[in-house]
């Protein structure tokens, strides 16, 4: 009998919602039959169904209108900006349609790139802010905030939208901003001109220009990255004090440019591992309270805690795979074994804001898909379902997240979570009646697609984006991305057991485009895609 890998936990149900509970411990169960792999699967389908219909229901009733009729812009609260607007709305406006619904991807959504190019390129292809009132760009803002709005868009907004979409037209607008970012950089530093003095600029540019060099292949962007590892790290006793949004970002972007460092330059990689290892020590005996968990800034005992604490971890984990050696993931792993303790439920990260669970949630995530803790897991479900997917409601009648930062924040770490519970598999078109959910095998995945009324449509596989998109070595922890669970790689064949039909043999690239499967009305799906 095939044991199972689960992807997530295992969640137990009350009449008429979701309880988002204990779980198993993420790796590989005991031999067990064949149906506990499909009732796994099915518990995931519920939980995945609701939230998937439940940001279907907020792309359309909600998002989707606040496309400004006159522009095209994603007015949301009435205003079109970079360091908002574009940076943390619209890249989760563009994950929802992404997730149910392409022909909105590839419609009015896509045409906000269009028109917010057209309209707000200022600086070169650096953008500016859209006066709604008096129907203009606002040419108002100085050159660092320029630069601080076109690098929110670029790390929080460009990024999380060309990890799902390659190299697309996304992408050529995250390359062409960076290039003037560059071209109009105006600090002197003993390295060269760098754009900005912002810490938290400086790690976005370092997460952006590390996904440059390895998708397009060009030493720019790897030379310019290197400009602010050397600024930062030649400082022997650098350590970053921020360790929440707006100063984390450069522990995460010092751990990716170690990770690309690694095949570029292993000798320069070496040396960051040294200079990288005593800040990273550094923050975790002055930035952590006993179970792990970050504190807002370094040196703050007994303080408030982060919700970027699994942002940061991110880089410790970046560590860990360039030096080939586990030298925080125990201490990782505790930590996510310590969100079982009861200060940690419904711990208010920013008081009552969705933001502060959804941050920490998604940080969480990032983490679980590289080392899976049970405890974690049930951590995860249980605040996602009752702070961010609000799973008591009853879908029908389920209060919508709205479009500014904070709530879109929110449906971000929904469509994480979902996907998480699907394996990474989407199913269109989609349907409200629709619960599609996942179990990893040892040798493949096991589905389980459920329908109220008929329905006829098709499963589509994730890739290895990391490799196929990102032209990454590794699939290396990074922010702002959608983690991989179960990929299908396009060259290679898999067998699909479950259907009506028979066994039947596909290639990735197929499965890449999409498995048709139908469904009678009240019916069970239970597929396993074998390799």
């Not at 990391?466 to 991989?484: I, S």
Request: include cysteine; proline fraction near 4%; glycine fraction near 10%.
């Amino acid at each position: 009998m095939k044991r199972c890998r689960m992807i997530v936990g295992l969640m137990g149900l009350l009449v008429g919602a979701l309880v988002l509970g204990g779980t198993n411990d993420g790796v590989a169960a005991d031999d067990g039959p064949t149906k506990d792999v499909f009732a796994q699967a099915a518990t995931s389908a519920e939980i995945a169904g609701y939230s998937i219909s439940k940001v279907q229901r907020w792309l359309h009733e909600v998002a989707l209108k606040e496309i400004d009729p006159e522009t095209g812009l994603y007015r949301t609260r009435g205003r079109w900006n970079y360091r908002d607007t574009a940076a943390d709305c619209y890249p989760f406006l563009c994950w929802a349609a992404w997730l149910v619904d392409m022909d909105a991807l590839n419609g009015p959504v896509r045409n906000v790139l269009y028109v917010e190019q057209k309209l707000c390129n200022h600086l070169g292809r650096i953008p500016t802010r859209w006066d709604f009132e008096k129907k203009a760009k606002d040419e108002s803002l100085s050159h660092d905030a320029l630069i601080f709005e076109a690098s929110e868009y670029v790390k929080d907004g460009l990024i999380a939208i060309v990890e799902v979409t390659g190299n697309d037209e996304w992408f050529e607008r995250m390359k062409g901003i960076e290039e003037d970012v560059w071209k109009y950089a105006n600090v002197d530093t003993p390295y060269g001109k760098i754009p900005s003095t912002n810490v938290e600029v400086n790690g976005e540019q370092l997460q952006a220009l590390a996904r440059l060099y390895t998708m397009t292949g060009d030493k720019k962007y790897l030379t310019w990255a290197r400009r602010l590892g050397d600024y930062y790290l030649e400082d022997e006793d650098y350590v970053p004090s921020r360790l929440r949004d707006h100063g984390c970002e450069i522990i995460g972007g010092l751990g990716l440019l170690l990770a690309v460092e690694s095949t570029a330059d292993p000798r320069r990689a070496r040396t960051m591992l040294s200079r990288l290892e005593k800040m990273f020590d550094e923050i975790l005996a002055r930035g952590c309270n006993e179970d792990g968990i970050m504190y807002n800034t370094l040196g703050a005992g007994g303080g408030r805690l982060s919700d970027g604490w699994g942002y940061n971890y991110v880089g410790y984990l970046c560590y860990d795979m360039v030096a080939e050696q586990p030298k925080y993931q125990g201490h990782i792993e505790q930590t996510l074994r310590n969100l079982a303790k009861p200060q940690y439920k419904s711990y208010p990260w920013e008081g009552d804001s969705i933001d502060g669970y959804a941050d920490s949630i998604e940080g969480a995530i990032y983490l679980l898909n590289r080392l899976p803790v049970s405890e974690g897991f049930a951590w995860v479900d249980r605040e996602t379902g009752q702070h961010v997917a609000r799973s008591h409601e009853p879908l029908d009648t389920a209060r919508l997240w709205g479009t500014m930062k904070l709530e879109s924040n929110g449906v971000r770490t929904v469509i994480l979570h979902a996907l998480m519970h699907t394996g990474g598999v989407r199913a269109f078109p989609w349907r409200e009646d629709l619960k599609l959910g996942a179990c990893r095998l040892d040798d493949g995945l096991a589905l389980v697609l459920k329908s109220d009324q008929n329905w006829s449509g098709n499963l589509v596989f994730d890739i290895p984006r990391h490799r196929l998109f990102m032209g990454f070595r590794q699939d290396w922890p990074r922010m702002n991305t959608v983690p991989e669970w179960f990929t299908v790689v396009p060259e290679k064949e898999y067998r699909i057991e479950g259907l009506e039909d028979g066994p039947l043999q596909l290639n990735g690239a197929q499965l890449r485009d999409g498995l048709p499967v139908s469904l009678g009305a009240g019916e069970t799906l239970q597929l396993k895609i074998l390799h």
